[in-house]
Each structure stands twice: as structure tokens, then as C-alpha cells.
């Protein structure tokens, strides 16, 4: 079935450890994005990218980084994780072509946990 | 800036009434608005959207949601709840003009339907 892949589902992590988490789409949508998701807060924005070699910051991007090598995969790395990263991770992409209204198609998820 | 604000923590229903989610938001110029529901340890599944046009768009399971431009609302509705229908929704909102293709999105509002 088409759609986003996220790992690992869930992770425990030393704070101090970096960490990266594996998003890859198989849907060829030239965006994607990296939200996280905490109580009360809803979905925040860390990164994004319009395309393959370029990449944004959204609202919350410090203590994160992105890379976009090609099309379908676009990591999310965590290079010294902090307890306020705890949270869920959301990995999306969507249609960015000309005319495309940029519905979001979300992976599962990724629960991270820095203690 | 662009916001979407959810006043509802959670709404109650009985199963077969209606349900109604509240939605406003902030933005310049036409944006596109976007509904989102979340089931548990689930990704986020696009529900519904309103780009132009009629003002009531209808969307997925039976949900619909009316855009008023004059008070910047766009809240979900349902004629006839199910219990099936108990989740976490997200009104989310993109300013094509300014936004790129960031989407902005709400708190969430926890939807539980009674039997």
C-alpha cells in the first residue's frame, strides 16, 4: 500500500544521544514535513522541504535537522536530544505541483521518549 | 501570522445526534482549510476540505463543514454521530499566498460519542 513509512515506531533515548528518524514516502510528492505532536499543542511544525535539496524551518526547529537527498526520503536528526523533545513525530508529504490544494498524508508515527 | 484556534478541548454526543466541531481562524487573503481526525496511535487521515466554491464541502464517513468567511469559521459537522466517529480532530489551515505549503493546524478536539 502506498503511503509514508516511519522508524522506528517507538524509541527510548539517553539525553545527550543523538538520534535520527527514518521517514521515506513512496508516493512521489515533491513536499514533506516533519511535525511533532504534544498534549495540548496539537501538530508544530519543525522542518519541511518543497522539494529534493532544499529545506525549511517551521515553528520549532531548534535541536532539529532535516536533509532532503532525493525525493522519497527526508530524515529527521536529533543531534544531542533533550527531555523537551519527548513527543510524537509525525512524518507528511503532499502534492506541491502547480494547482495541487496540498493535503496532507501522515505516516504512523514515531515515539520518542529522552530521559 | 496565520492561527487556528479549537475552543473545545472535547465534545460530548449521543450516538445519532448531530455533532458539530468549532473551528476559526486567522489568516489573510483565501486560505485553504482542512479537517484531520486522529485515532489512537494512529497518523493523522485527511477528512475534508475547502478551497473555493460552495460553502458546505463534504468529506469522508459522512462529515461535512461550512466555511463562513465573514466570521472565519469553518466547524465540522455530522447529522448522525457513531460511536466509531469518537477521535481527535484537527482543523488546519494553509495560506497558499504567504504560507507556501506550511500547514498551520489547531489544538485538537477530542470527539467522544456515546452509545
Known amino acids: 500500500i502506498a503511503g509514508i513509512t516511519q522508524a522506528p515506531t517507538s524509541q527510548i533515548l539517553a539525553a545527550g544521544r543523538r538520534m535520527t528518524l527514518r521517514c521515506t514516502q513512496d508516493?512521489?510528492?515533491?513536499?514533506m514535513y516533519w511535525y511533532r505532536q504534544d498534549l495540548g499543542l496539537g501538530l508544530r511544525l519543525i522542518h519541511y522541504?518543497?522539494?529534493?535539496?532544499?529545506?525549511g524551518k517551521g515553528e520549532v526547529p531548534d535541536g532539529y535537522s532535516v536533509s532532503r537527498a532525493n525525493t522519497d526520503d527526508f530524515p529527521l536528526t536529533l543531534a544531542s536530544a533533550v527531555p523537551s523533545q519527548t513527543s510524537v513525530y509525525f512524518c507528511?508529504?503532499?502534492?506541491?505541483?502547480?494547482?495541487?490544494?496540498?493535503?496532507?498524508?501522515f505516516g504512523e508515527g514515531s515515539r520518542l521518549t529522552v530521559l | 501570522a496565520q492561527s487556528v484556534a479549537q475552543p473545545e478541548d472535547q465534545v460530548n454526543v449521543a450516538e445519532g445526534n448531530p455533532l458539530t466541531v468549532k473551528c476559526t481562524y486567522s489568516?489573510?487573503?483565501?486560505?485553504?482549510l482542512f479537517w484531520y481526525v486522529q485515532y489512537p496511535n494512529r497518523g493523522l487521515q485527511f477528512l475534508l476540505k475547502?478551497?473555493?466554491?460552495?460553502?458546505l464541502v463534504k468529506g469522508s464517513y459522512g462529515f461535512e463543514a461550512e466555511f463562513n468567511k465573514s466570521q472565519t469559521s469553518f466547524h465540522l459537522k455530522k447529522p448522525s454521530a457513531l460511536v466509531s466517529d469518537s477521535a481527535l480532530y484537527f482543523c488546519?489551515?494553509?495560506?497558499?499566498?504567504?504560507?507556501?505549503?506550511?500547514?498551520?493546524f489547531g489544538a485538537g478536539t477530542r470527539l467522544f460519542v456515546k452509545a
Open positions: 475547502y478551497i473555493t466554491g460552495d460553502n
Open positions: 507528511a508529504s503532499s502534492d506541491s505541483k502547480q494547482g495541487s490544494t496540498g493535503e496532507l498524508f
Open positions: 489568516v489573510s487573503g483565501n486560505p485553504y
Open positions: 522541504s518543497n522539494t529534493a535539496g532544499t529545506t
Open positions: 508516493m512521489r510528492h515533491n513536499a
Open positions: 488546519a489551515v494553509r495560506d497558499p499566498n504567504t504560507g507556501g505549503f506550511k500547514t498551520i
